[in-house]
T-cell receptor, first 112, second 117 residues
Framework: GDSVTQMEGPVTLSEEAFLTINCTYT??????LFWYVQYPGEGLQLLLKATKADDKGSNKGFEATYRKETTSFHLEKGSVQVSDSAVYFC???????????FGSGTKLNVKP | DAMVIQNPRYQVTQFGKPVTLSCSQT?????MYWYQQKSSQAPKLLFH???????NEADTPDNFQSRRPNTSFCFLDIRSPGLGDAAMYLC????????????????FGPGTRLTVL
């Protein structure tokens, strides 16, 4: 069945470091792919999305490219800030079965 | 701003005492979802409404019920909360069903954290 696999955390980085959080997916058909961010005690906020192969989603310095050949949607940011500390969820929207699948989440800690 | 609102943000109930959580949206979206999220886990879908059509997940306990009296509001009822039901409950909306490309983005409320004593 459809699923999303994320790298396990926590990921700890120093401010201004480069960030990559890996996400791979298994899906029948052509899903939409999403990254959501959850700050402590809050709901999920949409960070970026891509709806078809080779699309690049971007927002607030974060980017992710929908790679059909490697079934991946890795999240990247060139220079992280302390305020980026949060849990990041990769997700896919599966057309065949009307479902939204979340990865297990990756906690990011950014130290000053 | 159009948004998804959840009330209350924090709810304390006693073991076995019914509790209702509330969600409202100003996005005029057709689909509303309820998720349960336990600590350090991904959100788990309990059920969703597509307009007035209720769709229950196969593994959602009967203890959890939902009502959607109109487009804007959706309620989660927990009939007899147990200690294992303590969690964050997230409401989300989407303009259309996940089957419809481009309108399947889900927008989340801030969540209600439920404590069961």
């Amino acid at each position: 069945g459809d699923s999303v696999t994320q790298m396990e955390g926590p990921v700890t980085l120093s401010e201004e470091a480069f960030l990559t959080i890996n996400c791979t997916y298994t899906a029948t058909g052509y899903p939409s792919l999403f990254w959501y961010v959850q700050y402590p005690g809050e709901g999920l906020q949409l960070l970026l999305k891509a709806t078809k192969a080779d699309d690049k989603g971007s927002n607030k310095g974060f980017e992710a490219t929908y790679r059909k050949e490697t079934t991946s949607f890795h999240l990247e940011k060139g220079s992280v800030q302390v305020s980026d500390s949060a849990v990041y969820f990769c997700a896919l929207s599966a057309y065949n079965f009307n479902k939204f699948y979340f990865g297990s989440g990756t906690k990011l800690n950014v130290k000053p | 701003d159009a948004m998804v609102i959840q009330n209350p943000r924090y709810q304390v109930t006693q073991f076995g005492k019914p509790v209702t959580l509330s969600c409202s949206q100003t996005l005029n979206h057709n689909v509303m979802y309820w998720y349960q999220q336990k600590s350090s886990q991904a959100p788990k879908l309990l059920f969703h409404y597509y307009d007035k059509d209720f769709n229950n997940e196969a593994d959602t306990p009967d203890n959890f019920q939902s009502r959607r009296p109109n487009t804007s509001f959706c309620f989660l009822d927990i009939r007899s909360p147990g200690l294992g039901d303590a969690a964050m409950y997230l409401c989300a909306t989407s303009r259309d069903h996940p089957a419809t490309r481009g309108t399947d983005t889900q927008y989340f409320g801030p969540g209600t954290r439920l404590t069961v004593l």
